[in-house]
């Protein structure tokens, strides 16, 4: 599946936040947005996903208009994690993941084998499964994240969204959920779109990268082709260098030393 969009305009009110915007994103891609603290990632993200109505331009998903697929077909097609999210007290891990299968099942289905399989193969995707009988209020926040992306996981979605999927976690986590991600990809050819934050990550994970600054695409292209050191200086104002390291096969980023 791929997504365009061409020429987007999006803002809150009058604000106009993102510009002249132009992405495509391929097929079974993982695709990282990066960018400075309020340079639009989310809300291009949003856009992209249908949860923010932009004011100009074109999204279409396989050549079709965003705006023309009815919210189960647009369920089953993509599947997003916002940056915020949160169920209600009483719902066990299981049950919450049980609720992705929505877009599949009729007003009221009960689920069938196949959802019971689907939503078991989720959970154990992601490591979940040993928590299946526990409150989602009883784990931790790094179970929690992997949680949800079981949830969105059994949409059986295209392509994934995530907002900032890392946020909270610690190293560890947010090497297991980077880690989860490209093997995802890989073996079941879903496509991922993530905002990041963490250069080193977006280095690793990515296929593709986009680069905003201000609201407008600074450059987009493999990870070597966009993280260099003229894309720290000019669009985090941050000094560094891309280090090649024998017997490593991605680069790693070296900020300069705090004066
Ligand atoms: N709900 C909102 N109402 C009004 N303005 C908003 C809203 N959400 C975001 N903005 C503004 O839009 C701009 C872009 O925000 P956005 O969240 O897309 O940036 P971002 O690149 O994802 O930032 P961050 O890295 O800090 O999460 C910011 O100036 C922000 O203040």
Known sequence: MEVSAERLQIGYGDCVVVKDLDIHIGRHEVTSIIG??????????????????YQRGTVCIDGRDLQDFGPK?????????????????????????SYGRMPH????????PEDERIIESAMRATGTYHLRDKSIHEISGGETQRVWIATVLTQQPEILFLDEPTTYLDISHQLDTMRMVRRLNRETGVGVVMVLHDLSHALEVSDHIVVIK?????????????????????????????IHIEGRQKPLIAFAELA
């Open 214 to 242: 201000d609201g407008k695409k600074y450059s987009e292209g493999t990870p070597s082709e966009v993280i260099t050191s003229k894309m720290l200086r000019e669009v985090y104002g941050v000094g560094g260098e891309i």
């Open 105 to 112: 099942q009729g007003f009221f289905a009960r689920k069938s």
């Open 73 to 97: 077909e647009l369920a089953r097609r993509i599947g997003v994690l916002p940056q915020m999210h949160s169920a209600p007290a009483d719902f066990r891990v299981k049950e919450l993941v």
């Open 36 to 53: 400075p603290n309020g340079s639009g990632k989310s809300t291009v993200l949003k856009a992209l996903t249908r949860l923010l109505k």
